[in-house]
């Protein structure tokens, strides 16, 4: 999936970027696979990373000796399964999955980043449907489209909203 959809990313995904998420979904077993007769049709994977604690430091979101924050490191949904949610309920089974996961230091996860590109309607909805909040923007690097990536943050032992409507079918 990753290999005929990894052109949706910015920047689309390079075949070592694709090994990267298999060899990081195989090592850790933080991701989330939606099915639909037998394919793989969406994923998404989580985990925690110190990447981006100096920016979530900034936005004034990270305690004190704080070193790592969940992350939902990225997101993918068939484009031939439009507006069926699929990308929203990814997360949201990620969201809970990440209540149960600890720091290294033992402490559970206090709190989860999305970042996305300004003009990414599908991460910015799913974020705004899950009780997200936009602290800000940050310079993006080495993308394409874009020169900045919206800082998406959620403190995690809030509760999730629940769905207006009922799951759909995929
Ligand atoms: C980002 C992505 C995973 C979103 O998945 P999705 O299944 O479309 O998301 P959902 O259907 O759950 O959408 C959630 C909300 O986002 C908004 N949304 C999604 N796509 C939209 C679009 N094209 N235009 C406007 N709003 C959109 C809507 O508000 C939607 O809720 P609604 O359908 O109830 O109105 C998907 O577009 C994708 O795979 N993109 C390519 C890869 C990528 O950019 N991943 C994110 C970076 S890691």
Redesign the pocket.
Known sequence: MLKQ?GN???PPYTPQRIQTEVDQTRRYRTAVVAEHNGRIV?FARYGHTPYRIEQLRQFGKAALGQERHGYVF????N?H?????????LVRKSLVLMRSMKYPNGKPLSEVVMT?HEA???????G??LGFTALGRVPAQGRLTHTETVFLHLPLRRAIKPRR?KPRRI
Do not use: M, V, W
């Open positions: 959809h949706l990313f910015d969406g990225s997101i993918l949904r484009p399964q439009q507006y069926n949610g699929l990308g929203e309920k996305c990414n309607k599908g991460t910015l909805g799913i705004a449907k409507t």
